[in-house]
């Protein structure tokens, strides 16, 4: 018995020991990274010192003498905070996320091969300005520079899968128009589920799923203008694994602008949030970049690229909203019998077919083939659509060059400059935000609008001709702009972007105008704004979309005499309701769970599970409204009971399930029906879902019970497949008084740091979740007295 007791006790003693040197290992992995923020460099290439400023926040603040320090300086200290998020993108922009990752990523990178990315980007640089190369030049030393000086002391991450990064490629910074672009592409989903959907419903039905432009009359440019405007045309899963990385851009936002006439200060106001998957690191990445006398410019960066994409200088201000361009066009191939060459205008072409080696971890080699028409690739097997050939077209193949739009912008002094960046704006379509210090508002549509021949670009069109092929792209100066219009306000919020009257088609999956009319009606709402308003206004969670609808829910639920006890509650709960969603109403919970209950009534029975998860948020949300305004509709009846279902009927019947549904999820006391309590966020890390990695590492953070939905100003969007864990919302917010821009206002999401034991690696979440901001610092005297951290960078 003795010798047993001995034996447990040293088991133990083991155990304790091993446990010992697992959490020493693991602190030494975690710390190990973690930089001395005033700790001096020596920078190879430099000419003159750097001086490296960082707030309370670690937000950086870099002076320099002249561009090449700058950018070099820029990527040392960019590859400092977020190296691996920097590596992981630039996989995804290439196609190498099985090498790391392993087989679960084979198709994803199979599907991002398809896209090209590196070849358009290498037209870029051919085509480029030296300026833009000498920048890009200077960028990718300062990044390598910082690998070389660190490579035992690099990300968590990096060990954790067992590989080190390779040294950074100008290529690799301009790989991220294609990124962007990609994160863009609404088609992508909407047209192949219209054609998939078209195989199994008749037409009347499947012309009701499309969205009805004429009734999106709340428009970006409500008065048309354009420099010149010719009369060329009159014209009406795999991608999945990519979200789950947490690396989505620009999926929507919301930006709006006043002139002096409606602000307090007299001088312009400015507000920007852009909208996209919540994830850890943010996406962006903040900082201020300054060469005396020649360039001060503050805001957020792509980690990866050298430039502030969005944010103000000493002149403007600028911020985007996704301009949700038909960017795509789809071709019915038909292809010889070993499908070598494809029919076009009576000839047989030959296929472009490329072997893609796919390496898999480290040892197996995957091959897969891509094959490309005229047009660009075939896309069928990546869309599970058997039997046929469909080949893309995109406008991310098209030439274009971000990066000269943005680093002009970086400069830009008036209208006339902020107009000529954006012309080459083209791959990463958007709505652009103007204000300037003179007081000058403006919006500017940018971005690659396809010109067609012919045929209704939202269904698929017969590849066997050039009928339908592109015949250009829409020269610039026919793009819409306002400028300084008299209602003395802009605003922009993925809301349909010219009514009838422009004579170019733009698009079809524009957002439905709940979030731009709510915003306009704030702005309305008072004579002067001032900050303190705009940052109201970003974080505000009243809906214009259930003011819509819940009159109509709740005169038509009166009528119902034989409610259970809690299906009278819930009504009582909506009819007492502001409309305002935030995490302690109740009544949040119920409107939402009928809504997505009564849409997922008209729709599965008719389309069968798959198809209806297939379908995505925007096509079914638009179907809502489509089937409350022509409540007679053929959707409304359940194809699946005897009897014909009425309009009335079929709200009654969500109602019914939507408060069942509460109970069993939620319990039958509706004190704990609070929407935050199923509507939660969790920042997500792109190895957050393996637990072990999570506990250890601590890369996930939440949940926190969150107000809003999809369709609040203050977004916090839920998946259509997933209610209603909150996975997409605002990843920056901006408000710029431009008569005094210390009086500037910012905040993400998560932090500046990619290191996951950095205490700024998710130090702002609680202030983003309560709407609360930083000062942006801008006057050097006040980045040097408020300074956490000095840090030098010499030259060699």
């Known amino acids: 018995?003795?010798?047993?007791?001995?034996?447990?006790?040293?088991?133990?003693?083991?155990?304790?020991?091993?446990?010992?040197?697992?959490?020493?290992?693991?602190?030494?992995?975690?710390?190990?990274?973690?930089?001395?923020y005033s700790k001096p460099a020596i920078i190879s290439g430099l000419t003159d010192e750097v001086h490296i400023y960082r707030d309370a926040n670690a937000v950086p603040h870099i002076y320099a003498s002249n561009e090449h320090d700058l950018y070099l300086a820029t990527g040392y200290l960019m590859a400092q905070d977020r190296l691996w998020q920097m590596d992981l993108l630039r996989r995804v922009t290439m196609g190498r996320l099985s090498e790391i990752f392993g087989e679960d990523m084979i198709g994803a990178d199979h599907l991002l091969r398809a896209l090209r990315i590196p070849e358009k980007s290498q037209m870029v640089i051919d085509l480029s300005e030296d300026y833009l190369l000498l920048c890009l030049d200077a960028f990718t030393k300062g990044v390598n520079q910082f690998i070389e000086q660190h490579s035992k002391k690099l990300p968590p991450e990096f060990t954790i899968l067992g590989y080190k990064p390779e040294p950074w490629q100008p290529i690799h910074t301009v790989n991220l128009i294609g990124y962007m672009a990609w994160d863009l592409a609404g088609s992508w989903n909407n047209e192949i589920t219209i054609f998939k959907l078209s195989q199994i419903l008749e037409e009347e039905k499947l012309q009701q799923l499309i969205p009805d432009l004429d009734q999106q009359k709340s428009y970006v440019?409500?008065?048309?203008?354009?420099?010149?405007?010719?009369?060329?045309?009159?014209?009406?899963?795999?991608?999945?694994?990519?979200?789950?990385?947490?690396?989505?851009?620009?999926?929507?936002?919301?930006?709006?602008?006043?002139?002096?006439?409606?602000?307090?200060?007299?001088?312009?106001?400015?507000?920007?949030?852009?909208?996209?998957?919540?994830?850890?690191?943010?996406?962006?990445?903040?900082?201020?970049?300054?060469?005396?006398?020649?360039?001060?410019?503050?805001?957020v960066a792509l980690p990866g690229a050298p430039v502030i994409v969005v944010g103000h200088n000493e002149r403007i201000a600028w911020g985007m909203t996704n301009l949700y361009v038909d960017e795509m066009d789809f071709y019915i191939e038909t292809l010889?019998?070993?499908?070598?060459?494809?029919?076009?205008?009576?000839?047989?072409?030959?296929?472009?077919?490329?072997?893609?080696?796919?390496?898999?971890?480290?040892?197996?080699?995957?091959?897969?083939?891509?094959?490309?028409?005229h047009r660009g690739p075939i896309i069928s097997d990546f869309k599970k659509i058997a039997g046929q050939a469909i080949s893309m077209r995109w406008t991310g193949n098209e030439f274009s060059n971000e990066l000269r739009s943005i680093y002009l912008l970086n400069r830009a002094a008036n209208w006339e400059e902020f107009r000529d960046a954006l012309s080459t704006l083209l791959s990463v379509s958007q709505n652009v935000t103007y204000a300037d210090v003179d007081g000058n508002i403006g919006i500017q549509t940018s971005g690659a609008v396809p010109l067609r021949n012919d045929g209704y670009p939202v269904f698929i069109y017969s590849g066997a001709t050039s009928l339908y092929d592109w015949v250009g792209i829409l020269p610039f100066d026919e793009l819409p702009y306002t400028y300084n219009p008299p209602e003395?306000?802009?605003?922009?919020?993925?809301?349909?972007?010219?009514?009838?009257?422009?004579?170019?088609?733009?698009?079809?999956?524009?957002?439905?105008?709940?979030?731009?009319?709510?915003?306009r009606e704030m702005i309305d709402a008072k004579d002067r704004l001032g900050p303190d308003d705009f940052k109201s206004m970003l974080g505000d969670f009243k809906s214009r979309l259930v003011e819509r609808y819940i009159g109509d829910v709740i005169e038509i639920l009166s009528i119902e005499t034989g409610f259970a006890a809690n299906e009278?509650?819930?009504?009582?709960?909506?009819?007492?309701?502001?409309?305002?969603?935030?995490?302690?109403?109740?009544?949040?919970?119920?409107?939402?769970?009928?809504?997505?209950?009564?849409?997922?009534?008209?729709?599965i029975d008719e389309i069968g599970e798959e198809q209806y998860y297939g379908l995505g948020g925007g096509l079914a949300r638009n179907m809502f409204d489509h089937v409350w305004r022509n409540r007679n509709s053929s959707w409304v009846n359940n194809i699946h009971t005897?009897?014909?279902?009425?309009?009335?009927?079929?709200?009654?019947?969500?109602?019914?399930?939507?408060?069942?549904?509460?109970?069993?999820?939620?319990?039958?006391?509706?004190?704990a029906w609070s929407w935050g309590n199923i509507h939660q966020l969790t920042i997500k890390h792109p190895m957050g879902s393996v637990k072990l990695l999570d506990r250890v590492f601590k890369l996930n953070k939440g949940p926190f019970p969150v107000g809003g939905s999809f369709h609040t100003v203050n977004p916090k969007a839920y998946s259509f497949r997933d209610p209603y864990s909150v996975v997409h919302g605002a990843s920056q917010r901006h408000v710029y008084d431009m008569n005094d821009l210390t009086e500037s206002f910012v905040i993400i999401p998560t932090g500046v740091?990619?290191?996951?034991?950095?205490?700024?690696?998710?130090?702002?979440?609680?202030?983003?979740l309560n709407n609360e901001y930083r000062k942006d610092l801008w006057i050097r005297d006040d980045v040097i007295s408020r300074a956490r951290y000095h840090a030098v960078y010499k030259p060699e």
């Open 1 to 36: 018995m003795k010798t047993l007791k001995r034996i447990l006790a040293g088991v133990v003693i083991l155990l304790v020991i091993v446990a010992i040197a697992g959490l020493v290992i693991v602190n030494r992995i975690s710390r190990k990274p973690l930089p001395d």
């Open 221 to 299: 440019h409500p008065e048309l203008k354009t420099e010149k405007l010719s009369d060329i045309f009159h014209l009406l899963e795999n991608n999945n694994k990519i979200k789950e990385l947490g690396l989505e851009v620009f999926s929507a936002s919301n930006s709006w602008a006043v002139t002096g006439s409606k602000s307090k200060s007299g001088s312009a106001l400015f507000a920007n949030d852009m909208h996209l998957g919540f994830g850890a690191p943010g996406i962006w990445y903040p900082m201020h970049q300054v060469i005396e006398g020649k360039l001060n410019v503050t805001g």
């Open 336 to 373: 010889n019998e070993n499908t070598t060459a494809y029919l076009f205008n009576d000839q047989w072409i030959d296929l472009d077919i490329r072997e893609e080696k796919i390496i898999v971890g480290k040892a197996d080699t995957i091959i897969r083939e891509n094959k490309f028409t």
């Open 488 to 519: 003395n306000y802009v605003s922009s919020a993925n809301n349909r972007t010219t009514g009838n009257d422009y004579p170019y088609y733009i698009g079809h999956w524009f957002d439905m105008p709940f979030r731009i009319e709510r915003i």
């Open 568 to 603: 009278q509650t819930a009504l009582e709960l909506l009819a007492g309701w502001d409309m305002v969603l935030t995490a302690e109403s109740s009544a949040a919970t119920v409107f939402e769970q009928f809504y997505n209950t009564f849409i997922k009534n008209i729709l």
């Open 642 to 671: 005897p009897e014909q279902e009425t309009f009335e009927e079929m709200v009654l019947i969500s109602f019914k399930e939507a408060v069942l549904w509460i109970e069993e999820n939620m319990g039958a006391n509706p004190e």
């Open 753 to 768: 740091s990619g290191i996951p034991a950095s205490k700024y690696y998710l130090d702002q979440i609680e202030m983003f």
